[in-house]
């Protein structure tokens, strides 16, 4: 049975690479897994599934940076402006 491609799910879609869910490619793959003894395809698909907590652990923490970058890009706007608006009032007091 041909499983889609299609069904793997949002969070995991930038690390799945060329398998599914189930850790299982296309024709090629399946055929190849199938020809393996039980012990080979067990090792092979643990090997997949490791790669895949590494790849799912990195890009965790990668859009943890980026969100914390952005949080920071937005604190320093708010206080230029901050500070902007603060010496607009003192030079209008001033005149």
Known sequence: MLKSMQSCDEDSEGFNGDFDENLIGYEEDQMRLVN???????????????????????????????????????QSQTKMRSNEQRRNLEEKRKM
């Open 36 to 74: 393996m003894n039980v012990k080979e395809r067990e090792m092979e698909l643990f090997a997949r599934s490791e790669k895949r907590e590494v790849l799912k652990t990195r890009y965790e923490i990668e859009r943890k940076l980026r969100m914390a970058k952005k949080k920071e890009m937005i």
